[in-house]
T-cell receptor
Framework: AQSVTQLDSQVPVFEEAPVELRCNYS??????LFWYVQYPNQGLQLLLK??????LVESINGFEAEFNKSQTSFHLRKPSVHISDTAEYFC?????????????FGRGTSLIVHP | KAGVTQTPRYLIKTRGQQVTLSCSPI?????VSWYQQTPGQGLQFLFE???????NKGNFPGRFSGRQFSNSRSEMNVSTLELGDSALYLC????????????FGQGTRLTVV
């Protein structure tokens, strides 16, 4: 079984400041990792994912996340946030093999960007 | 390509009633999963259907059930509603393989009064 811990339930930040949303996971098998974003009254949308290869993955809107196997982390970062980045962010993990491919989600981190 | 469609978007029901929610997945996707989202518990997995068969099940009571039709559309039913069933119910479709992206609908907001 896998589990995901998002260490911060809420992260307030000013516009144009950098931000890091933390995610740690636990799994007995190798994993795939995902970040999803949820805007108010919407479903979740995939932001980025790590399957294999380069440990640094990027999204089209400036977010990036780095897979750190030794620290079992997949933190999400953005060097300069915008008001429109205000949303709920979910980290998720699935087994790469030998386990469930159903995503296990963290509790979510609410990113609040202030002008 | 049309996205995942959930109907209705909003529902208000009374305790003890039952409710059926519908989900139309992305064309070609055979896997449909259901999640319950609440402020207190976050996103909790209910069950997954693949090719009309329940393939995975979360830790929810038997009052929560579902089915999938031959065209991959899925329904979720909750019987004998309780106040604690008030939540956003999300449906996600995917190709049903490891590493593939789950595409979510906008959800059905169920309020039990």
């Amino acid at each position: 079984a896998q589990s995901v811990t998002q260490l911060d339930s809420q992260v307030p930040v000013f516009e144009e400041a950098p931000v890091e949303l933390r995610c740690n996971y636990s799994s007995s098998v190798s994993v795939y990792l995902f970040w999803y974003v949820q805007y108010p009254n919407q479903g979740l949308q995939l932001l980025l994912k790590y399957l294999s290869g380069s440990t640094l993955v990027e999204s089209i809107n400036g977010f990036e996340a780095e897979f750190n196997k030794s620290q079992t982390s997949f933190h999400l970062r953005k060097p300069s946030v915008h008001i429109s980045d205000t949303a709920e962010y979910f980290c998720a993990v699935t087994a790469a093999s030998g386990g469930s491919y159903i995503p296990t989600f963290g509790r979510g981190t609410s990113l609040i960007v202030h002008p | 390509k049309a996205g995942v469609t959930q109907t209705p978007r909003y529902l208000i029901k009374t305790r003890g009633q039952q409710v059926t929610l519908s989900c139309s997945p992305i064309s070609g996707h055979r896997s449909v999963s259901w999640y319950q989202q609440t402020p207190g518990q976050g996103l909790q997995f209910l069950f997954e259907y693949f090719s009309e068969t329940q393939r995975n099940k979360g830790n929810f009571p038997g009052r929560f059930s579902g089915r999938q039709f031959s065209n991959s559309r899925s329904e979720m039913n909750v019987s004998t509603l309780e106040l604690g069933d008030s939540a956003l119910y999300l449906c996600a479709s995917s190709q049903g393989q490891g590493g593939t992206e789950a595409f979510f609908g906008q959800g059905t907001r169920l309020t039990v009064v």
